[in-house]
């Protein structure tokens, strides 16, 4: 969702930002300068270092991206992106999740002297990418509240002495003066803006401290800038050039197909028993993400998975935050973890064995369902993104944004962000096509999403829009009434209920003439009108009325085509995995795949050994290419993508150790 400081929410339905930076301490609190430091006596001063060059920088990118990462070459325009920033310009860069965005700041702030400044939203995950950094010999730090005076005094020392190449911090701490004034005591390499998109003020992760970084232009004028996200449309593109004044910036937009995530999309009959049979169908003891609107339901979901087998944990806001905090360390940490949240999960997401990502309500904005279905195969293996949608979903969010306390072009706003993704909902062609459109992207079938692996019928469904129209308006003109879908379905279908009889509605013209039609399939004429604009909802209880463009049906001067609604059984698409698991090592012969769960293994022990998440020792892609070359050497064992020098010395012999038990 979109939130603004301005706005109220409702605790039910709503979530705040998930994280946030308190307001850090006075200048030189925790600074061993200044009086009262940790370690001081009471009084005591002692002078700070000067700013010194950082040691162990390297001379080219190349080099840090080998020795460091352990890959040999750079993937689409990172090359371009990361010399644009070593040599002194700004860059804007719009790439997917998973595309490579964090080496397009890392390895330009290992190459320049002094430190690079990351600007990341959620502090909650900054141990985790700094864990991630330091495992592959980045000397990197945060400065956020979570900290101590005596941790903070450390990272402050390294960082005037020059001794960090990466330094996180939150917007909202940067937005302090006495932050401000630290930094300038030291050498900055860069300010790289992560999550970028949250500078948009109706974009759908706003963050009222990102308006202030364009203050960074000013103060630092020398110091290059770099903004990043992992989705923008036109409009937000520009909004983000122009609220970071990054009019002089070279931009870089790279493509946002992740053709490894298979997008499904179906109809919503009983939501979690439709979950469940999607996750014990193709995704059983994976790690995925699931999404709902509200806290309630969050809940409710996630304790009708455990109770049916699935590692599945809740995540809202309402929740203890030393509960969201151990929540999220067991996604990271633990393998199969299922957590089911509110949209406040996920932002800064490292993790890159997320199977699959499910929503089970309506997303607002394609914005958001494309960002977050993006947090499933970062590693390039296969993924799914699964959603559920009906009626109540349409005319849920038609009444909220009705009801929003926002002016007339807000509404408008929101209004075009729902009709796109009802459009990419509705659609009978690719729905990547339809995806990577609404970001100014053409493309072809992808041949890897339901309508493409299942193609949709569609059917003229002119005569049932004008049944549906007529009792719209034959309530209102002879009873004066507005009902919702469910009444006007009973009339159509000559249902007898107390309701309808109370009310007279077996006397009206169309009383039973569309009983030709199930309710499910009424249901669907009703949500794809709403969805084509000739239906609109009104009132708190979401009653039908109709648009002014439905007079052109009634009166026949315009056709209606609709898709067929499939059947309510929920059952696995046409293409669909058995298991993610399985696919990543599909290509693997079966000393090879033993070989790999081997190392998955080792890697496991190791996570829980060192207390951080496996995939910051290896990820099944690195895994998976060892199995496949059982290499008999470190030189060998170098050669792997994924294999830096710091991981090559810290678990090369360990390696090759599995490999050989595995011979």
């Not at 301005?6 to 030189?28: K, L, M, Q, T, V």
């Not at 990543?584 to 951080?612: C, H, I, M, Y």
Request: with cysteine.
């Amino acid at each position: 969702m979109s939130w603004n400081a301005e706005i109220p929410w409702d605790p039910d339905e709503f979530e705040p930002p998930e994280d946030f930076d308190a307001p850090p301490p006075p200048e030189g609190y925790g600074d061993p300068a200044f009086a009262g430091a940790p370690g001081l006596p009471a009084g005591a001063r002692q002078p700070v270092a000067a700013p010194r060059r950082a040691t162990a920088k390297f001379a080219t990118a190349a080099d840090a991206l080998r020795t460091v990462f352990g890959y040999d070459s750079f993937r689409g325009e990172q090359a371009q992106i990361i010399d644009q920033v070593i040599g002194g310009g700004d860059a804007v860069v719009l790439m997917p999740t998973g595309g490579g965005k964090s080496l397009c700041y890392q390895i330009p702030s290992l190459v320049r002297e002094g430190t690079g400044i990351v600007i990341s939203p959620l502090i909650a995950l900054m141990q985790d990418q700094v864990d991630a950094l330091t495992a592959v010999g980045v000397r990197a730090a945060f400065l956020n509240s979570s900290q101590d005076s005596a941790a903070r005094g450390r990272v402050e020392r390294d960082y005037l002495a020059g001794d960090l190449d990466l330094l996180y911090v939150a917007p909202e701490r940067l937005s302090s003066e006495a932050t401000k004034r630290f930094l300038d005591r030291g050498t900055i390499a860069l300010f790289a803006i992560d999550e970028a998109h949250c500078v948009s003020q109706w974009g759908h992760d706003f963050r009222p401290d990102y308006l202030a970084l364009s203050e960074l232009a000013d103060r630092w004028p020398d110091v290059p800038r770099i903004a990043l996200t992992a989705t923008a449309t036109d409009a937000t593109h520009k909004e983000i050039t122009t609220r970071l004044q990054l009019g002089e910036a070279r931009h870089f937009v790279a493509s946002f197909d992740r053709p490894n995530i298979q997008y499904r999309i179906v109809g919503k009959a009983e939501p979690r028993k439709q979950l469940l049979a999607f996750i014990r169908a193709e995704h059983q003891a994976d790690a995925g993400i699931v999404y709902a609107l509200s806290r309630k339901t969050v809940e409710q979901t996630a304790e009708f998975l455990r109770q049916n087998g699935v590692n599945a944990l809740p995540y809202h806001a309402g929740l203890d935050q030393g509960l969201r905090a151990r929540t999220q360390s067991r996604f990271l940490r633990e393998e199969g973890v299922v957590i089911v949240a509110t949209i406040a999960f996920g932002m800064g997401i490292d993790k890159p064995d997320v199977r699959f990502v499910a929503h089970i309500d309506l997303p607002k904005s394609v914005e958001g369902y494309y960002q977050e279905t993006g947090r499933a195969g970062r590693d390039g293996l296969p993924s799914t993104g699964w959603l559920t949608y009906g009626l109540q979903d349409v005319v849920q969010q038609r009444r909220m944004i009705d009801e929003s306390p926002g002016d007339l072009a807000h509404r408008r706003k929101l209004s075009a962000h729902l009709d796109a993704m009802l459009a990419l909902c509705e659609t009978v062609s690719c729905r990547r096509v339809n995806l990577l459109r609404y970001f100014g992207q053409p493309s072809e079938p992808c041949g890897n999403c339901d309508t493409c692996l299942e193609p949709p019928v569609g059917w003229d469904g002119t005569v049932a829009a004008q049944k549906l129209l007529s009792t719209v308006v034959r309530l209102l003109r002879e009873r004066s009434q507005r009902f919702g879908a469910g009444q006007l379905i009973d009339i159509l279908r000559g249902k007898v209920t107390p309701r309808t009889t109370q009310h007279g509605h077996d006397q009206l013209a169309t009383w039973g003439i569309g009983a030709d039609l199930s309710d499910q399939q009424w249901r669907g004429v009703v949500r794809q009108l709403l969805a084509q604009g000739l239906l609109a909802t009104s009132g708190e209880y979401g009653t039908l009325v109709l648009t002014d463009a439905a007079a052109e049906v009634l009166a026949g001067r315009r056709t209606v085509e609709l898709r067929t609604e499939p059947e309510r059984a929920a059952r696995p698409a046409a293409g669909a995995r058995k298991s993610a698991a399985k696919a990543a090592a599909a290509d693997l012969n079966p000393e090879q795949e033993t070989l790999f769960e081997a190392l998955r293994t080792w890697r496991s022990a190791q996570s829980k050994e060192q207390g951080v998440p496996a995939y910051i020792i290896f990820g099944d892609a690195t895994l998976l290419a060892i199995a496949a070359t059982r290499p008999g050497s470190l030189a060998e064992l170098d050669g792997i993508s994924g294999v830096g020098a710091k991981k090559l010395d810290s678990y090369g012999a360990a390696i090759l150790e599995v490999v050989a038990a595995g011979a």
